[in-house]
């Protein structure tokens, strides 16, 4: 099993950044597909981003890619989401998620999740 916390979720001006971490502990993340969600009001949780954690590999949501940026530590167990020109419309509770890389394969879905950091973007 994985355990999962978020941080670093806070009001930001619109066109400014913030960078979220995510702190992973349990299970060796050897084999762990590592990523990140939000939920905005009223809609449904939607794909952020996601790394492999030996791979490297990423992928990004069309509304995120080149501004937002996915990074992981190693050392420090923390996979990290950097976002750049935030939006009004990047507004959500943002959530780290993981599964292993074989289980997203079969399933398509993530196991194991935090609590979420809230991102609040003013115009």
């Known amino acids: 099993q994985v355990q999962l916390r978020e941080s670093g979720g806070r009001l930001v001006q619109a066109g400014g950044s913030l960078e979220l971490s995510c702190a992973a502990s349990?299970?060796?993340?050897?084999?762990?597909?590592l990523g990140w969600f939000r939920q905005a009001p009223g809609k449904e949780r939607e794909f952020v981003s996601h790394i492999g954690w030996t791979s490297g590999s990423t992928a990004y949501a069309d509304s995120v890619q080149g501004r937002f940026t996915i990074s992981k530590d190693s050392a420090k167990n923390t996979v990290y989401l950097h976002m750049n020109n935030l939006k009004p419309e990047d507004a959500a509770v943002y959530f780290c998620?993981?599964?292993?890389?074989?289980?997203?394969?079969?399933?398509?879905?993530?196991?194991?999740w935090g609590q979420g950091t809230r991102v609040t973007v003013s115009s």
């Open positions: 998620a993981a599964v292993l890389v074989n289980g997203y394969a079969q399933s398509g879905r993530y196991d194991y």
């Open positions: 349990g299970d060796t993340l050897s084999y762990y597909l």
